[in-house]
């Protein structure tokens, strides 16, 4: 069956360390993945994409993500956070034919503190 | 106005009522898609329309009925929600439906609706 799995559901850093955010997914089909962020009460909003090409993508607000298809992984990073990266990030991936049906994983919440 | 947005932003509504959420794209995309997001639950997608067709429908009750009347609006009705139908609504667009880069999503900020 088709899943994403974040394994961390809260992770808290310090402001200035460095994060890794962990997704792993199973899909039969070629994925392509996306990493998302969600401040309270907002809606998604997309940091990156994999979609073919380079593996390490790089995104918006300094985040980078690396696709690994050894270990089906699509793992979120950043070489130094700050208190406003602190939300919840969703992993998702889709595949070709899959009509617009992304597989969220439930989503890492991100604290940092001062 | 940008991007995606919806209204109302919040929604407090009874079993008994019936109410619309209303989804607008202003990036001439041409698929639109309903989410619902529950607490400690991955996001669930509910619909999806591609040029005004809805090509995906995911088990969705039928208290739940949408309406994309042209690719720039997309409607949810409701009517007779049970409380565990509380939850977050997230509308989303993409350029395309089939694959591809043109397939990606880009979310609004969601209705959050709660049934008393």
């Known amino acids: 069956a088709q899943s994403v799995t974040q394994p961390d559901i809260h992770i808290t850093v310090s402001e200035g360390a460095s994060l890794e955010l962990r997704c792993n997914y199973s899909?039969?089909?070629?994925?392509?993945l996306f990493w998302y962020v969600q401040s309270p009460g907002q809606g998604l909003q997309l940091l990156l994409k994999y979609f073919s090409g380079d593996t390490l993508v790089q995104g918006i607000k300094g985040f980078e993500a690396e696709f690994k298809r050894s270990q089906s992984s699509f793992n979120l990073r950043k070489p130094s956070v700050h208190w406003s990266d602190a939300a919840e990030y969703f992993c998702?991936?889709?595949?070709?034919?899959?009509?617009?049906?992304?597989?969220f994983g439930k989503g890492t919440k991100l604290s940092v503190k001062p | 106005e940008t991007g995606v947005t919806q209204t109302p932003r919040h929604l407090v509504m009874g079993m008994t009522n019936k109410k619309s959420l209303k989804c607008e794209q202003h990036?001439?995309?041409?698929?639109m898609y309903w989410y619902k997001q529950s607490a400690k639950k991955p996001l669930e997608l509910m619909f999806v329309?591609?040029?005004?067709?809805?090509?995906e429908n995911n088990s969705v009750p039928s208290r739940f009925s949408p309406e994309c009347p042209n690719s720039s609006h997309l409607f949810l009705h409701l009517h007779t929600l049970q409380p565990e139908d509380s939850a977050l609504y997230l509308c989303?667009?993409?350029?395309?439906?089939?694959?591809?880069?043109?397939?990606?999503?880009?979310f609004g900020p969601g209705t959050r609706l709660l049934v008393l």
């Open positions: 998702a991936v889709g595949a070709v034919g899959s009509q617009g049906n992304l597989i």
């Open positions: 899909y039969g089909a070629t994925p392509y």
């Open positions: 329309y591609s040029l005004e067709e809805r090509v």
């Open positions: 990036l001439g995309h041409n698929a």
């Open positions: 989303a667009s993409s350029q395309a439906v089939g694959g591809g880069p043109g397939e990606t999503q880009y």
